[in-house]
């Protein structure tokens, strides 16, 4: 990779993150932290306002944003190879999304990029088992209340069906057995549980901020409750 590449990729990485730490960038672009520190000046020498924060590592000023001129045939090909994964095991939600970032993105190819995008699109199939179930639509809310560290409420149908309502924190999803799941901590049981999202009735994030203030990450809850695949 040469170095204006390298600069491009390097100043994409600090506005896809809100800190990213020296170590980080050199370990991704497999070049020294010395290195790291002259093409930041680079950066900066152009005229983008790249900080740094002590601990934290370096971030865009807010407010400075480039959006990509372009994209490469194979980034384009990759995005759409992995729409028949969205399409098989993703919700209604994120198949809509992920619909609408396709079309942005084909918006900004080339002619040749597009007409090779199109021989691909017709020549593309793929096969998954007819019980995946993702006639749902709450993988978009779900991924905002964590973000957010918002509680939801739900309705929710257990194997048993058995109806209940509940009101969650939500701190992970996770994909196994063929299917998403909810892990959160349950208002109801007074513990973390793990919900199958297509056994979710109805979701309703109301904007309330958690409750709890010690919640474990995502990768703890693992170690302690390795998920049954």
Known sequence: MNRIDRLFDILTLLQSKKY???????????ISVRTVYRDVKAL??????????????????????LPPVSFSTDEANALLLMESLVNAFGDKSIQAHYSNLLSKVKTVLRS???????????????????????DYEYLTNIQNAISSKNIIDIQYKNNKEEISSRQLEPIGLLFYALSWHLIAWCHLRKEYRDFRVSRILSLKDNNIPFRKTDHTDLNDYLKKNPVLY
Do not use: W
Request: hydrophobic share 35%; charged share 25%.
């Open 44 to 65: 900066c020498e152009q005229g983008i306002p790249v900080s740094f924060e002590q601990h934290k590592g370096y971030f865009v000023v807010q407010g400075y944003f």
């Open 112 to 134: 040749s990029q597009k007409e090779k995008i199109e021989v691909l699109t017709e020549n593309i199939r793929s096969h998954f088992p007819g019980f995946v179930r993702n």
């Open 20 to 30: 990213v730490p020296a170590e980080k960038i050199a370990e991704k672009f497999k």
